[in-house]
């Protein structure tokens, strides 16, 4: 299939045609999808978080069959060792060595179900192969496929039998997502489509025209080229700077987040038909890139804040470029 001849107009049409894949799935999220797909473009990890049975599992899942690359699914459990994650080396009598048998996280989505599930020691398999995007096992250092995203799914923390990710984890998800509960009417339409016969864990059935993997790279190139303007860079690292001086926060945005910022501000601007950065761009990306990256102090917590609230009132105390 031909699109558009434009780079970045081509982008888009990819971008609608991932939207539409994804959408035949999950109904009525259309914010929800587009930030899942902002996500890969930008070539970053994903988050998403929310109560069981509002469909974080089936997006991840939609979103991994609407590409022609290798997926696996992890489901994160209190006894998850390390090694299920990442895979382990056995002995082989005949060779006498010690052979590697690569674990499910060598793919390139991998669909981490319930992270806060498992115990800190597992959550850690990941966190040189979402930074590195390699794997090192002993002193052998092994790539992972390209492109390479993880799709993680957690329940909130005061739920019973989670883990409180650490920060480290956490800072390497480039946006964290909410789905929420759907309207009356979308949650009508859900029932509806089930009582005719829907099947979400057929998502392999349905008329989804994946995306091929050169197409997908190629998109990601050309929102790393988006063109970003000097007042755009000091208005980024505005942002990030105030954070961290922000009286009701004890953790604000650290350089990586201001890197992650630009990222999906680029891959922003590139959904909207734009070669080049404006401040709508980075505002749209700055609560989903920034907001499990804040730490508020308890007495704000107290007082009813929390960091989407924190992020909005941040917002609108940095000026605004005007070229």
């Not at 473009?41 to 978080?49: K, N, P």
């Not at 469909?55 to 609407?66: F, I, Y």
């Not at 002993?138 to 920060?167: C, K, W």
Request: charged letters at 25%; one cysteine or more; glycine letters at 4%.
């Amino acid at each position: 299939m031909t699109g558009p001849a434009d780079p970045i107009a081509r982008v888009a049409h990819d971008v609608e045609r991932l939207c539409t894949n994804i959408g035949y799935v999950i109904q009525g999220k259309p914010e929800v999808i587009r930030n899942a797909v902002i996500c890969l473009l930008a070539e970053g990890h994903l988050l998403l978080e929310d109560v069981p049975g509002t469909g974080k599992t089936s997006l991840a899942r939609a979103l991994a069959s609407s590409l022609s690359i290798t997926w696996n699914r992890i489901q994160f459990t209190p006894d998850l060792l390390p090694s299920d994650v990442s895979g382990v080396s056995i002995y082989n009598q005949q060779s006498h060595e010690f052979d590697f048998k690569p674990g499910p996280v060598f793919a390139s989505i991998v669909l981490a179900d319930e992270i806060n599930r498992a115990s800190p020691k597992t959550q850690s398999a990941l966190l040189e192969v979402m930074e590195e995007g390699t794997l090192s096992i002993d002193s052998i250092v092994h790539p992972m496929p390209r492109p390479f995203m993880v799709v993680a799914t957690q329940n909130p923390i005061d739920m019973e039998g989670t883990y409180v990710l650490p920060e480290a984890q956490l800072d390497r998800f480039l946006m964290k997502i909410r789905v929420g509960y759907p309207t009356a009417e979308q949650e009508r339409v859900v029932l509806e489509r089930h009582r005719e016969g829907f099947n979400p864990r057929g998502i392999d059935q349905l008329p989804i025209a994946a995306i091929e993997p050169e197409l997908l790279s190629a998109a990601q190139r050309e929102v790393r080229a988006i063109t970003v303007e000097p007042a755009l860079f000091d208005y980024i690292i505005a942002l990030a700077r105030r954070s961290r001086e922000w009286p009701s926060l004890i953790l604000g945005a650290s350089p990586r987040a201001a890197l992650s910022l630009m990222f999906v501000a680029q891959a922003c601007a590139a959904l909207e038909d734009r070669d080049f950065l404006v401040p709508d761009d980075v505002k749209q990306a700055a609560i989903p890139v920034l907001r499990h990256r804040l730490f508020l102090r308890p007495e704000a917590e107290l007082e009813g804040y929390d960091p989407d609230r924190v992020l909005a009132d941040i917002l609108a105390a940095v000026p605004v470029p005007k070229d």
